[in-house]
């Protein structure tokens, strides 16, 4: 593919689909919301608003990181507090695809229609990517940012609409056009993370306690697995506990799954053979956590298995 024509085409195409309006855009920091977010800019400028939507869901000081990165390149962010509608709508939901329902409700219906109404904004540009499109419509995994193609009408249910420049790519096309775009190696080569965040990353209900404890495994995960070249790996907390000893008495303590894989395009993917001395420094730093006494390593390939739990 011609990915410079590829750029040209999608914001001409941008230009002329929002013409006079305005038009919105979240940035998490991951390469398809990064690319879309330059592209709108160099499409309409300011009248594009990209905003970070702070859900309570996202790995430590990653707004603070984004919006560092996008000041440096002249782009001004707006952070959206909107923790307590995101805790609030997964309250007691341990059901994955009502967990991911309920995130897709509250990012389209509530945050981003109060964000929508107060801006005046038609248009909303979306980093949808092919492998989304296609998990959504063959029904292995409901991705949060798919709508049009399940017949949701966005513009009929949330009062703008929906406008996706990635939509004909996968992960690696995206990596090509955002180098030539001028992002960062820190966006370029970022791992994918979803956009759901991380309670994508837990099994069972979503708390503010149980977002600390995931949290705090990721960031041990990605710092330990940084230098392996793994085109992505996470960390999950199950709902299940197991029995263990901590200063000589019984716990029954959460259990983290770390999964590290290669792929490259998200449709297939298969797990990393990583060092035994690597695998034991991370479990002893995981099972470090308070509440935390079993570590696993997930040696599952996609197929059977996706790529995140949820």
Known sequence: MD???????????????????IAMNALSGGVD????????????????????????????????????????????IQIIDAKREFLGALK?????????????????????GRLVRETGAKYLLHGTILTDIEETVAGIKRQH???????????????????????????????????????????????????????????????EERLATVRAATAIVEEELSDTGAFQYMAILLSDRATGMVGGKREFGQIIVVRCIHSVDARTATPVELPWDKLKRICERITAIKDVNRCLYDLTPKPPATIEYI
């Open 33 to 76: 919301s990064s690319v879309v977010s330059v592209l709108g800019h160099r499409a309409i400028g300011n009248r594009l608003k990209t905003v970070f939507i702070e859900n309570g869901l996202m790995r430590q000081g990653e707004p603070q990181r984004v919006l560092k990165i996008f000041s440096d390149m002249g782009i001004p």
């Open 145 to 207: 940012n798919i709508l049009a193609q399940i017949g949701i009408d966005p513009e009929k249910e949330y009062g703008y609409q929906v406008l996706e420049p990635l939509k004909t790519l996968r992960k690696d096309g995206v990596r090509e056009v955002a180098k030539l775009l001028g992002l960062p190696p820190e966006i370029t080569q970022r791992i994918p993370f979803p956009g759901p965040a991380l309670a994508t990353r837990i099994v069972g209900e979503v708390t």
């Open 3 to 21: 990915y410079k024509a590829f750029i040209d085409e999608q914001i001409a195409e941008i230009k002329e689909s929002v013409g006079n309006q």
């Open 92 to 112: 007691g939901l341990t059901d994955p695809e009502e967990k991911r329902n309920a995130i897709t409700k509250t990012f389209y219906a509530t945050v981003f």
